[in-house]
């Protein structure tokens, strides 16, 4: 069976790197197409300009709001509105009251009601529930008819929490066309009458809800996913996954086991009874209500239902960000300019061409045709990241700040770093005599090492500013890990296949003079040899020597007349001063 030589492995390669570009050039046209994306990425509000929001607290009679409330609910705010830290959005707080929202662009109506939504979320019991204009019959039980309770409430579904005032409150209630009055915060200890909104595939409803059993500070953490059947297999459904902690799941359960009976006797009979369902309650609204069908012992329930991808990820999002300490409202809200604008964008732009000149100009000096493969690889890895950028803008809301320019900037830098690395391990290869081909391959084996441990370090001062940072802070290290991961794709599938495939040409397999592998090319260590190594006293800027006879002949076979006299004239010349030496 035929081996497939490094030639053949080194195309395949090379076209697996173009089909990720068609992938990714594909997707982002697809995005472009349906109005979602944009080629040019999303820029952050330093370059930008965009809204600003001033939150406003909500405080009951006469309580004070303290500093840690005020910290903790700037905290939560900046998950809400910039969960992945990437979006480059300001969040602070003014005069000790209140919260400043600062926001590129325009934010979408998701995320003004993500940022109103504002109030401490909790899970109350289903008692009954009707449609906006009245309460049906069918809906229900003979203990909801009664006008006035029979006896003290044994548990939070219990129907003697709906006394006199509760019933008309609910009669009155309008759902349709709510008042838009302030309301005081509800008391978790009473029942509550409350409204579910409208959607696209349900009527807005009204409902009475018992007292608060489970709080939204209880929940961990909620994520969102497609739905698995029975047999474990993954259907086109999606639903909210919720994680309660340690107190809550204990709590979470006995009120599961007490829903799940009014489940199973209402499937008994055929009916739905409106108590075993359990509402989850935002700022006293109800955004869901799912039903219990089962005891939910591991604090892990998860909600299905008529979700889609984007209503499952907007629960979820609620769910996680949703308890905060105190309320808020906004206050005011208007346009702001780019606080550093156009002009510094040019001059962070033009700093980071200055730069790639610089390393171009190096690069033909330094490498001669060969430098040409660095300017190729810098181009490739620039296509990448600005298709990646521009992908992340559209899929996770990514946005280029002042601070993320200064890192694809210093990405250059590092960039070239990698294919210097990787000539000077095939030039000191050269000079042992080795073939370009074999050296090729040698010098890759010693150069991907010290690529990969430089790579490495970048990415975890990256993943380190990124975790411990917050702001711009956020967007550099964003930028300077994505680059340095470009930089590992671009060497390994482009700049080492390329290397393979030109060591098979004439004009580099011979040495040309101007394809910068020529002998006198090879004769000096340049000052500069990568990874931040510089030339030491030791290193002589002269021909290293060959290590073998058969290394000789090859070096030898490549050198010219007139190189070869000037290297035995060398060698007579180091004879003459090692015999007055001896003397």
Same mark, same amino acid.
């Given at each position: 069976?035929?081996?497939?030589?490094?030639?053949?492995?080194?195309?395949?390669?090379?076209?697996?790197?173009?089909?990720?570009?068609?992938?990714?050039?594909?997707? %982002?046209?697809?995005?472009?197409?349906?109005? +979602?994306? =944009?080629?040019?990425?999303? %820029?952050?509000?330093?370059?930008?300009?965009?809204?600003?929001?001033?939150?406003?607290?909500? $405080?009951?009679?006469?309580?004070?709001?303290?500093? !840690?409330?005020? +910290?903790?609910?700037?905290?939560?705010?900046?998950?809400?509105?910039?969960?992945?830290?990437?979006?480059?959005?300001?969040?602070?707080?003014?005069?000790?009251?209140?919260?400043?929202?600062?926001?590129?662009?325009?934010?979408?109506?998701?995320?003004?009601?993500?940022?109103?939504?504002?109030?401490?979320?909790?899970?109350?019991?289903?008692?009954?529930?009707?449609?906006?204009?009245?309460?049906?019959?069918?809906?229900?039980?003979?203990?909801?008819?009664?006008?006035?309770?029979?006896? !003290? &409430?044994?548990?939070?579904?219990?129907? +003697?929490?709906?006394?006199?005032?509760?019933?008309?409150?609910?009669?009155?209630?309008?759902?349709? +066309?709510?008042?838009?009055?302030?309301?005081?915060?509800?008391?978790?200890?009473?029942?509550?009458?409350?409204?579910?909104?409208?959607?696209?595939?349900? &009527?807005?409803?009204?409902?009475?809800?018992? &007292?608060?059993? $489970?709080?939204?500070?209880?929940?961990?953490?909620?994520?969102?996913?497609?739905?698995?059947?029975?047999?474990?297999?993954?259907?086109?459904?999606?639903?909210?996954?919720?994680?309660?902690?340690?107190?809550?799941?204990?709590?979470?359960?006995?009120?599961?086991?007490?829903?799940?009976?009014?489940?199973?006797?209402?499937?008994?009979?055929?009916? *739905?009874?409106?108590?075993?369902?359990?509402?989850?309650?935002?700022?006293?609204?109800?955004?869901?209500?799912?039903?219990?069908?089962?005891?939910?012992?591991?604090?892990? &329930?998860?909600?299905?239902?008529?979700?889609?991808?984007?209503?499952?990820?907007?629960? =979820?999002?609620?769910?996680?960000?949703?308890?905060?300490?105190?309320?808020?409202?906004?206050?005011?809200? *208007?346009?702001?300019?780019?606080?550093?604008?156009?002009?510094?964008?040019?001059?962070?732009?033009?700093?980071?061409?200055?730069?790639?000149?610089?390393?171009? $100009?190096?690069?033909?000096?330094?490498?001669?045709?060969?430098?040409?493969?660095?300017?190729? =690889?810098?181009?490739?890895?620039?296509?990448?990241?600005?298709?990646?950028?521009?992908?992340?803008?559209?899929?996770?809301?990514?946005?280029?700040?002042?601070?993320?320019?200064?890192?694809?900037?210093?990405?250059?830098?590092?960039?070239?770093?990698?294919?210097?690395?990787?000539?000077?391990?095939?030039?000191?290869?050269?000079? !042992?005599?080795?073939?370009?081909?074999?050296?090729v391959e040698n010098g890759w084996k010693r150069a991907k090492r010290t690529v990969l441990a430089s790579k490495a370090v970048n990415l975890l001062a990256a993943l380190v500013l990124y975790f411990v940072a917050v702001g711009n802070v956020r967007g550099f290290a964003f930028t300077l890990g994505l680059t340095a991961l470009a930089d590992l794709l671009v060497v390994f599938m482009f700049t080492h296949p390329m290397l393979q495939v030109l060591a098979r040409t004439k004009f580099f397999g011979e040495g040309h003079r101007f394809s910068g592998l020529s002998p006198d090319r090879l004769g000096a260590v340049p000052l500069y040899r990568g990874a931040g190594r510089l030339r030491t006293p030791d290193e002589k800027p002269t021909a290293v020597r060959a290590r073998n006879t058969g290394a000789v002949a090859e070096a030898e076979r490549r050198m010219t007349i007139a190189e070869r006299r000037l290297a035995?004239?060398?060698?007579?010349?180091?004879?003459?001063?090692?015999?007055?030496? !001896?003397?």
């Amino acid at each position: 069976m035929a081996r497939t030589g490094p030639k053949n492995s080194a195309r395949r390669v090379l076209t697996w790197l173009g089909a990720i570009f068609v992938v990714l050039t594909a997707v %982002l046209g697809g995005g472009v197409l349906t109005g +979602n994306a =944009s080629w040019a990425p999303k %820029l952050a509000l330093d370059l930008e300009g965009g809204t600003q929001m001033i939150l406003a607290p909500r $405080v009951d009679g006469s309580s004070e709001i303290n500093e !840690e409330q005020l +910290n903790q609910a700037v905290a939560i705010i900046r998950q809400r509105v910039d969960g992945s830290g990437v979006a480059e959005a300001e969040i602070s707080t003014q005069s000790g009251r209140n919260v400043v929202v600062s926001l590129p662009g325009t934010p979408s109506k998701e995320t003004r009601d993500l940022i109103q939504a504002s109030a401490d979320m909790n899970f109350r019991p289903v008692i009954t529930y009707g449609d906006p204009a009245a309460v049906p019959v069918e809906s229900r039980t003979p203990d909801d008819q009664l006008n006035k309770p029979t006896a !003290e &409430p044994a548990n939070a579904s219990d129907v +003697n929490w709906i006394t006199p005032e509760v019933q008309k409150e609910f009669e009155a209630l309008d759902c349709v +066309n709510p008042s838009t009055e302030r309301r005081e915060r509800s008391d978790p200890a009473k029942p509550l009458v409350t409204c579910e909104a409208a959607t696209a595939k349900t &009527p807005a409803l009204k409902y009475i809800l018992g &007292p608060v059993e $489970v709080r939204g500070q209880d929940i961990s953490d909620s994520t969102f996913s497609q739905v698995q059947g029975a047999q474990g297999s993954v259907t086109n459904s999606w639903g909210v996954n919720i994680v309660f902690n340690g107190d809550a799941t204990e709590k979470f359960k006995a009120v599961t086991e007490r829903l799940n009976q009014y489940y199973v006797a209402a499937q008994a009979q055929g009916t *739905e009874d409106p108590k075993s369902q359990f509402a989850i309650v935002l700022d006293d609204k109800v955004i869901s209500a799912p039903r219990s069908l089962a005891v939910i012992t591991d604090g892990r &329930p998860q909600i299905t239902g008529d979700f889609t991808q984007a209503t499952a990820k907007a629960l =979820s999002d609620q769910l996680r960000y949703g308890a905060l300490p105190i309320s808020f409202e906004i206050q005011s809200q *208007e346009q702001i300019s780019a606080t550093l604008g156009g002009d510094q964008l040019r001059l962070g732009l033009l700093a980071g061409m200055i730069g790639l000149l610089l390393v171009v $100009v190096y690069s033909l000096f330094q490498y001669r045709a060969l430098g040409l493969v660095t300017i190729a =690889s810098l181009v490739v890895a620039g296509v990448l990241t600005y298709l990646a950028i521009a992908i992340l803008g559209w899929t996770e809301n990514y946005r280029l700040s002042l601070a993320g320019v200064a890192g694809l900037i210093v990405a250059i830098g590092q960039t070239a770093d990698s294919f210097i690395v990787y000539f000077e391990r095939i030039r000191d290869e050269l000079r !042992e005599g080795r073939g370009l081909v074999s050296a090729v391959e040698n010098g890759w084996k010693r150069a991907k090492r010290t690529v990969l441990a430089s790579k490495a370090v970048n990415l975890l001062a990256a993943l380190v500013l990124y975790f411990v940072a917050v702001g711009n802070v956020r967007g550099f290290a964003f930028t300077l890990g994505l680059t340095a991961l470009a930089d590992l794709l671009v060497v390994f599938m482009f700049t080492h296949p390329m290397l393979q495939v030109l060591a098979r040409t004439k004009f580099f397999g011979e040495g040309h003079r101007f394809s910068g592998l020529s002998p006198d090319r090879l004769g000096a260590v340049p000052l500069y040899r990568g990874a931040g190594r510089l030339r030491t006293p030791d290193e002589k800027p002269t021909a290293v020597r060959a290590r073998n006879t058969g290394a000789v002949a090859e070096a030898e076979r490549r050198m010219t007349i007139a190189e070869r006299r000037l290297a035995e004239k060398g060698q007579l010349t180091g004879s003459s001063k090692a015999t007055k030496e !001896e003397k």
